[in-house]
């Protein structure tokens, strides 16, 4: 019971220890001081800068284009590289997987630099399309992980029946493959979708002049601009946030 | 069976050659580079040299290296003693507590990573409201200060990776039979005993994973020294950023890039090798069932 009562304690310090700088932002957000340890009034002025900042929207702008794009290609070949990782066993698969597993546990600083050196030995100039190409690349493992997580619990005699009773390929894929494996495909999305609108290392390196995103332009407002209006962003983006994850949650006890 | 073989190469094709072109070849280009002389106007030289390793043999770097491997393994063990007990809380907890924690655990870590690691900065500043609790404790002297040191970067790397270190370990104990150290207890071992020889050794996959995902990370951290470090917190990926993007040589920024992607290969062989092992089991299951 002791000892209950200590992993308790511990739990509910790490909570705290969670959610103290979110909080922190959340407050100062609303604090008309520039400085975060004076109380200053309340005030909505850090959101009516943020309204009025065009590099901002202009980077949101460019963070949705790459998030929606390289969202939806890794979706379409992580699938494809679940479904043969999953069904097939041979050498060439096997290499596969070594491809697809590398690039989830190698530091984004490493992926950033090899793509931006590959980039230059190809003469190609850095620009939003490579930056999209970069995160198709990492997104595309975490896709795959998620469709092969899915595809553990897959009936295969589903389609042996199907295929039995005389059904086409098209048929099979429509009303077999696709529903079945929706939910996997929609995680394995949500997961590329909130890597791709995070990632600022792999953007940084492979990013060129006004093609910044989102976590480009925070980084420069933190390093020379004004940081409460971070704040104010940060907490419309905590908002956000929680509609997603409600929704998510919707999702998936729904599927349970 | 249902397809194929052309029909198995046109699925396998799309993101196998992505993976070649966009991972495997770059990853080669920085090792080749690495030997390459720099080009005065930052770009590639012609001729090979060892030039671009003679950063490793100065003091001044080694002194980086030997923070960086040295905070990537405190960082590592702070996870794993601080995140054990929050993962055997959770795996122990009804269903929906277990759920509920999980989400708790995960959303502050859908905001940004940098407004974060910010938000840590405005904690830590001097005019914040730490160190005005500190300087009152009597703990620091009126100009210290909590920001841009070793101890700085620790912690926001402790924060940020702490969660990577709880999932693993809460997948792993979930599974793991509590009876086991009841057996154990009956049988006359001590609670330090079953801890150390039953609990550990049972659930030594999710520690084994949350190792990898909290040590090979922290060392290619870059923002978190970069934003909280300072001249004192300054680790490899700092070293490698500042020769990318300062001092315009990249042979010498591969040179270090190399070194990481050595000191990344090493567990990660391990890694994969062990994927591959469940992999099997999972595979035989599946025959053994007649799935497959």
């Known amino acids: ?29 609303f604090n008309s001081s520039r400085f975060g340890s004076v109380w200053g009034g309340f005030s909505f002025k850090w959101y009516e800068k943020l309204f009025s900042d065009r590099n ?16 939806s290609v890794s979706m379409v070949l ?21 491809l697809i597993t590398i690039p989830l546990i190698i530091p984004d600083i490493l992926m950033g630099m090899s793509l931006l050196l590959f980039f230059i030995a190809l003469k190609i100039k850095l620009s939003l399309f490579t930056v999209v190409l970069g ?37 099979i894929l429509k009303k ?3 529903p079945l494996l929706a939910p996997g495909l929609i995680s394995g999305g949500m997961l590329a979708l909130t890597l791709s609108l995070d990632d600022f290392i792999i953007t940084f390196f492979t990013a060129g002049p006004g093609s910044s995103t989102l976590p480009l332009q925070i980084y420069s407002m933190i390093k020379f601009g004004t940081p409460p209006v971070i704040n104010a962003l940060s907490t419309l983006f905590l908002l956000i946030t929680f509609l997603i994850a409600l929704i998510y949650q919707r999702i998936n006890t729904r599927r349970t | 069976m249902n397809f194929k073989r052309a029909n198995v190469l046109k699925l396998t094709i799309p993101s ?29 030289g012609a001729g090979w040299s060892l030039h671009g390793f003679s950063d490793i043999m100065s003091v001044s770097f080694l002194v980086i290296l030997w923070r960086t491997v040295k905070l990537s393994l405190i960082t590592t063990i702070f996870c794993l003693v601080i995140g054990m007990p929050v993962a055997i809380y959770m795996a122990k907890a009804d269903e929906k507590i277990q759920n509920l924690l999980l989400l708790l655990i995960v959303i502050p870590f859908w905001t940004n990573f940098l407004i974060r690691v910010y938000a840590w900065k405005v904690i830590l500043h001097p005019e914040g409201l730490l160190k005005k609790l500190f300087f009152i404790a009597g703990m620091i002297p009126e100009n210290g200060t909590l920001l841009y040191n070793e101890s700085s970067v620790l912690l926001v790397l402790v924060y940020t990776y702490l969660p990577f270190a709880i999932l693993p370990l809460y997948t792993a104990i979930e599974k793991f039979d509590f009876k086991l150290i009841e057996a154990a207890r009956d049988l006359g071992s001590g609670p330090v005993y079953s801890f150390f ?10 520690i084994i994973s949350a190792v990898m995902v909290v040590f090979i990370p922290a060392l290619g951290s870059y923002v978190i020294p970069d934003m909280v470090g300072g001249p004192g917190g300054e680790m490899l990926g700092n070293k490698i950023a500042q020769r990318v993007f300062i001092d315009r040589n990249l042979p010498k920024g591969s040179a270090l890039a190399t070194l990481l992607i050595l000191a990344v290969i090493l567990p990660g062989i391990i890694r994969v090798f062990m994927k591959r092992t469940n992999f099997k089991t999972v595979l035989f299951r599946q025959k053994k069932s007649g799935a497959v």
Request: aromatic share 14%.
């Open chain 1, 1 to 29: 019971m002791k000892k209950n009562k200590f992993i308790f304690i511990v739990t509910i310090l790490v909570l705290m220890f969670f959610y103290l700088p979110i909080i922190v932002l959340v407050v100062n957000s």
């Open chain 1, 56 to 71: 901002i929207w202009q980077s949101v702008k460019n963070t949705l284009i790459v998030a929606g794009v390289s969202t």
């Open chain 1, 78 to 98: 992580g699938t494809l590289s679940g479904y043969v990782l999953f069904r097939y066993k041979t050498g060439i698969q096997k290499a596969h997987n070594v």
């Open chain 1, 135 to 171: 995160h198709i690349t990492f997104c595309l493992s975490y896709v795959t992980v998620t469709v092969l997580a899915r595809l553990q619990d897959f009936d295969f005699n589903i389609v042996e029946a199907a295929q039995d009773l005389g059904a086409s390929a098209g048929d």
């Open chain 1, 176 to 178: 077999i493959y696709l």
């Open chain 2, 16 to 44: 196998f050659l992505w993976l070649i072109i966009f991972f495997l070849i770059p990853t080669v280009i920085v090792v080749v580079i690495s030997f390459r002389n720099a080009d005065v106007s930052g770009g590639i």
């Open chain 2, 197 to 206: 020889r039953v609990f550990l050794p049972g659930i030594s996959q999710g």
